[in-house]
């Protein structure tokens, strides 16, 4: 499958944990982004990597973070983990940094307990 | 501020019926906008962007400067159109650059035979 690909596919953690979801991009794109769904938010974006560089950020807490890879993989680290983390964690990618079409990956579904 | 606004969560049409999702945005400058569909157990995907002004399985939508809104339509509506479908604004990012999707909340399209 030369789509976008996520693991794990479900987590399942206590608060006040760490863990590292893994995103990796389609072959060829460059830009990687993280979005956030939950029920009351909707689907809110987290942060963006081209390149290996930070290029975006949106309403990313200051627990999270995240870092793309000389592979161009990326990984999103949420600490100190709190019950309203719980949600479904996108990665999507697109070949530039710009407003191109994004391909979406299946999603983590994290739920914190 | 950054704003897209879907203001119906479900819209239930009967097979054959007109369709008209609604989306209105908020942006200061030129806005990318895309819908994008989400299938039932499939991943999100792209439907179709404002500058292709292409007509994907029949829907089309026009951006409306004016009335800052990018509705998206189906003259004929079809069962396999039941999906939730999402208005998306691409944002700013560092130096001006746009990347990111700004969401809606989605519109959960219900088409009965």
């Known amino acids: 499958d030369s789509g976008v690909t996520q693991t794990p596919k479900h987590l399942i953690t206590a608060t006040g944990q760490r863990v590292t979801l893994r995103c990796s991009p389609r072959?060829?794109?460059?830009?990687v982004y993280w979005y956030q769904q939950s029920l009351d938010q909707g689907l809110q974006f987290l942060i963006q990597?081209?390149?290996?560089?930070?290029?975006a950020k949106g309403n990313i807490l200051e627990r999270f973070s995240a870092q793309q890879f000389p592979d161009l993989h990326s990984e999103l680290n949420l600490s100190s983990l709190e019950l309203g983390d719980s949600a479904l964690y996108f990665c999507?990618?697109?070949?530039?940094?710009?407003?191109?079409?994004?391909?979406f990956g299946p999603g983590t579904r994290l739920t914190v307990l | 501020a950054q704003r897209v606004t879907q203001p119906e969560k479900l819209l239930s049409v009967f097979k054959g019926a007109p369709v008209e999702l609604k989306c209105n945005y908020s942006?200061?400058?030129?806005?990318?906008l895309f819908w994008y569909v989400q299938y039932s157990r499939q991943r999100l995907q792209l439907l179709l962007r404002?500058?292709s002004r292409e007509s994907i399985k029949g829907f089309t939508a026009d951006l409306n400067k004016g009335e800052t809104s990018f509705h998206l339509k189906k003259p004929f509506a079809q069962e396999e159109d039941s999906a939730m479908y999402y208005c998306?604004?691409?944002?700013?990012?560092?130096?001006?650059?746009?990347?990111?999707?700004?969401f809606g909340k989605g519109t959960k399209l219900s088409v009965k035979p």
């Open positions: 998306a604004l691409s944002g700013r990012g560092y130096g001006g650059s746009q990347g990111n999707l700004i």
């Open positions: 942006y200061s400058g030129s806005p990318e």
């Open positions: 990597y081209y390149n290996g560089e930070e290029r």
């Open positions: 404002h500058i």
């Open positions: 072959s060829g794109d460059l830009s």
């Open positions: 999507a990618s697109s070949v530039d940094r710009g407003p191109h079409e994004q391909f």
